[in-house]
């Protein structure tokens, strides 16, 4: 069994921010693979299916981006998922909007949610497929820099932004398929 999660913060208010395209991509697996996102267990919304023959459980923590570890290490201690067999799906703005990276085992990069995860777990060794969201321009209008970071991962899509984003969230599925069935060599060369 595989456990698939994507990061990002619960609710109506950043359902459709750059930070929440670990969340998009969830989705979209679920609908692709008919997998319903209807239940509610330690701390996440969760579906259970088939994602190319093998059996996942699908997560969107609700916990808050920040503190995403401790419902990933619950539901790993639930449905007994080694580190080998988690998949996290997470925004990334050192890679340029609509590029994607899959690794096993690298570090947090300063991603607070992965870095909880981290934290949690105990090991770094899972896959991570990390989604660019681009970074925005140096500073906010008042000259801040941490500000403009902020406004930007929390920030929606702009409407240029959106065909992209909907076109690596179905690269995403793919991505997922591939690590699934070919494993990470195979899934670095055709997505990374």
């Known amino acids: 069994m595989k456990l698939i999660v994507g990061l990002g913060n619960p609710g109506r208010f950043y359902q459709n921010n750059r930070h929440n395209i670990g969340f998009m991509c969830v989705s979209q697996l679920a609908r692709i693979h008919h997998i319903s996102l209807d239940q509610k267990k330690n701390n996440a919304r969760i579906g259970v299916g088939t994602i190319a023959g093998e059996e996942v459980v699908l997560a969107r923590p609700q916990t808050g981006?920040?503190?995403?570890?401790?419902?990933?290490?619950?539901?790993?201690?639930?449905?007994?998922?080694?580190?080998?067999?988690?998949?996290?799906?997470?925004?990334?703005?050192?890679?340029?909007?609509?590029?994607?990276?899959?690794?096993?085992?690298?570090?947090?990069?300063?991603?607070?949610?992965?870095?909880?995860?981290?934290?949690?777990?105990?090991?770094?060794?899972?896959?991570?497929?990390?989604?660019?969201?681009?970074?925005?321009?140096?500073?906010?209008?008042?000259g801040n820099k941490e500000a403009g970071v902020i406004d930007h991962v929390l920030g929606d899509f702009t409407r240029e932004e959106k065909p992209v984003a909907e076109?690596?969230?179905?690269?995403?599925?793919?991505?997922?398929?591939?690590?699934?069935?070919?494993?990470?060599?195979?899934?670095?060369?055709k997505f990374n």
């Open 65 to 142: 981006m920040n503190i995403s570890g401790r419902s990933v290490a619950s539901l790993a201690y639930r449905y007994k998922i080694t580190p080998s067999d988690l998949v996290i799906i997470h925004d990334d703005l050192d890679l340029p909007l609509g590029k994607i990276r899959i690794r096993l085992g690298s570090s947090s990069g300063g991603h607070k949610g992965v870095e909880s995860i981290i934290r949690e777990l105990g090991s770094r060794d899972f896959y991570r497929i990390r989604v660019g969201i681009g970074r925005p321009p140096d500073e906010d209008e008042d």
């Open 167 to 189: 076109e690596v969230i179905s690269r995403i599925a793919d991505a997922v398929a591939c690590l699934i069935t070919e494993g990470l060599t195979a899934a670095m060369n």
